[in-house]
């Protein structure tokens, strides 16, 4: 008993006899790599996804000494180094759209996540499908030590794949197959119908078309719902919406947005990806005067012809031409009923216009318009445009022949009452 407590106050004293300083020597397994999708692994066709991954290192460190003469590691076993991580597609109907991402170094019982953007195709197919994450990295295999004073690592090289479970949602989506549009001229009113399809992967219940205004296109839906009530899969209907066009648009194809709100088959509310469509819009009815009316006597009244021309590419109907008469002339009768003109037709109106004495010997401009209704029965006004008049003096054997007129008015007017006042 004596000799056993000797030998470990020996040993005791050797030990507080060494040098204070002493190292650490790890004993594990290496790292234990598993990784995640962070929330919501659900997307829909036609999604940009963003995968948020959690990678993290479960390795557990197993023994640990302390001990004087240990050279202290650089590294511990348990740590994965210089990680580099790559999001494939696999089987999934998806564009990986992030290039491999570098991690760096995870020690253990630490974690980081890591982001890989996505899109998943516009029909992809509803499912389940794994995407393969591949992982490379280095770890610390062996440390092994050379006297006092030197040490030799060993490192591993990783390469492994963690599956990642996805789930494509089984969703409604409209295609618009074909469409016809009906008296889509800018400034008007008028009809468009479509030919719709359900091409996704569910039957939609109690669902209503919509249509939508595409930014600061001149579309803009006067009717814009129709419900179509169950929509199944590869269903079709044909809704018809009203809309009206911008007076600004021009002859030319403009966007608007379709799509469907509907209920799924556990009875909860979706609402589709949008479709958006090119819809060809013509330009805005229009009319020219043609020709000029023969010129006015300064002084006379008389009748003059405008002639009107539809230039546009849409029917005017119950057309009415208006001018304004302002000084030197006059008008009592400054409307005209032209009726309905079709594209490239022409109709001639009538005014009966008085020119003053004292009107200058030029040419006049007298502006014009046409109201008229489009092919809704909408009133609708034209631009206006300018009447040339031309106002001509009057010549002198004109004049010489009214007051000759006038003088023998005079002695007619004087020999009748002459003639009267001797037979009293």
Same mark, same amino acid.
């Given at each position: 008993?004596k000799?056993?407590?000797?030998?470990?106050l020996?040993?005791f004293?050797?030990l507080m !006899? %060494?040098?204070?300083m002493?190292?650490? $020597? &790890?004993? %594990?397994?290496?790292?234990?790599i598993?990784?995640?999708i962070?929330?919501?692994?659900?997307? %829909?066709p036609?999604?940009?996804?963003?995968? $948020? =991954?959690?990678v993290?290192?479960?390795?557990l460190i197993?023994? $640990?000494?302390?001990?004087?003469?240990?050279?202290?590691?650089?590294?511990?076993?348990?740590?994965?180094k210089l990680?580099?991580?790559?999001?494939?597609p696999?089987?999934?109907?998806?564009?990986?759209?992030s290039?491999?991402?570098?991690?760096?170094?995870?020690?253990?019982?630490? @974690?980081?996540? =890591?982001?890989?953007?996505?899109?998943?195709?516009?029909?992809?197919?509803?499912?389940?499908?794994?995407l393969?994450l591949?992982?490379? &990295?280095?770890?610390?295999?062996?440390?092994?030590?050379?006297?006092?004073?030197?040490?030799?690592?060993?490192?591993k090289?990783?390469?492994?794949?963690?599956?990642?479970?996805?789930?494509?949602?089984?969703?409604?989506?409209?295609a618009?197959? %074909?469409?016809?549009?009906?008296h889509?001229?800018?400034?008007?009113?008028?009809?468009?119908v479509m030919?719709?399809?359900?091409?996704?992967?569910?039957?939609?219940s109690?669902?209503?078309?919509?249509i939508?205004?595409?930014?600061?296109?001149?579309?803009?839906?006067?009717?814009s @719902? #129709?419900?179509?009530g169950?929509?199944?899969?590869?269903?079709?209907?044909?809704?018809?919406?009203?809309?009206?066009?911008?007076?600004?648009?021009?002859?030319?194809?403009?966007?608007?947005?379709?799509y469907?709100?509907?209920?799924?088959?556990?009875?909860?509310?979706m609402?589709?990806?949008?479709?958006? #469509?090119?819809?060809?819009v013509?330009? $805005?009815?229009?009319?020219?005067?043609?020709g000029?009316?023969?010129?006015?006597?300064?002084?006379?009244?008389?009748?003059?012809?405008?002639? &009107?021309?539809?230039t546009?590419?849409?029917?005017?109907?119950?057309?009415?031409?208006?001018?304004?008469?302002?000084?030197?002339?006059?008008s009592?009768?400054?409307?005209a009923?032209?009726?309905?003109?079709?594209?490239?037709? @022409?109709?001639?109106?009538r005014?009966?216009? @008085?020119?003053?004495? !004292?009107?200058?010997?030029?040419?006049?401009?007298?502006?014009?318009?046409?109201?008229?209704?489009?092919?809704?029965?909408?009133?609708?006004?034209?631009?206006?445009?300018?009447?040339?008049?031309?106002?001509?003096?009057?010549?002198?054997?004109?004049?010489?022949?009214?007051i !000759?007129?006038v003088?023998?008015? =005079?002695?007619?007017?004087?020999?009748?009452?002459?003639?009267?006042?001797k037979k009293?």
């Open positions: 008993m000799i056993a407590r000797f030998a470990i020996v040993v004293i050797a !006899s %060494s040098p204070a002493a190292g650490t $020597k &790890y004993l %594990s397994g290496g790292p234990d598993t990784a995640a962070a929330g919501t692994n659900e997307f %829909s036609g999604q940009d996804a963003a995968f $948020k =991954v959690n993290e290192n479960r390795g197993d023994i $640990k000494f302390v001990q004087s003469g240990i050279v202290e590691r650089d590294d511990l076993p348990n740590t994965a990680v580099r991580a790559t999001l494939l696999g089987d999934a109907p998806l564009t990986i759209k290039d491999p991402q570098l991690v760096g170094d995870i020690g253990g019982g630490k @974690s980081v996540q =890591v982001t890989f953007l996505a899109k998943v195709d516009e029909n992809a197919p509803a499912g389940a499908y794994i393969p591949v992982l490379e &990295y280095t770890y610390l295999r062996n440390a092994e030590q050379y006297g006092q004073d030197s040490i030799t690592y060993t490192y090289e990783v390469n492994e794949t963690i599956d990642l479970p996805i789930t494509i949602k089984p969703e409604a989506f409209v618009v197959e %074909s469409f016809s549009a009906e889509l001229n800018a400034g008007n009113e008028g009809y468009l030919h719709l399809k359900n091409i996704g992967h569910v039957n939609a109690s669902a209503i078309v919509k939508a205004r595409n930014g600061n296109s001149p579309i803009i839906p006067t009717d @719902s #129709i419900f179509i169950d929509f199944p899969i590869n269903g079709t209907v044909d809704p018809r919406f009203k809309v009206s066009i911008s007076s600004e648009a021009g002859g030319q194809s403009y966007p608007l947005d379709v469907i709100v509907y209920e799924d088959e556990s009875g909860s509310p609402t589709s990806k949008m479709t958006t #469509i090119g819809i060809p013509h330009g $805005k009815i229009s009319f020219v005067v043609t000029n009316p023969r010129p006015i006597i300064a002084g006379d009244k008389q009748v003059i012809e405008v002639i &009107y021309q539809n546009g590419s849409g029917t005017a109907y119950n057309a009415q031409s208006r001018i304004s008469a302002v000084d030197p002339f006059t009592n009768d400054d409307t009923f032209l009726g309905d003109l079709a594209p490239g037709e @022409s109709a001639v109106a005014y009966e216009m @008085s020119v003053d004495n !004292s009107a200058t010997p030029k040419e006049y401009g007298l502006d014009s318009e046409i109201r008229y209704k489009d092919a809704l029965g909408n009133s609708q006004i034209s631009d206006t445009m300018k009447v040339e008049v031309t106002v001509e003096e009057t010549s002198p054997v004109m004049t010489i022949l009214l !000759s007129v003088i023998l008015a =005079v002695i007619a007017a004087g020999y009748y009452f002459l003639i009267v006042k009293n």
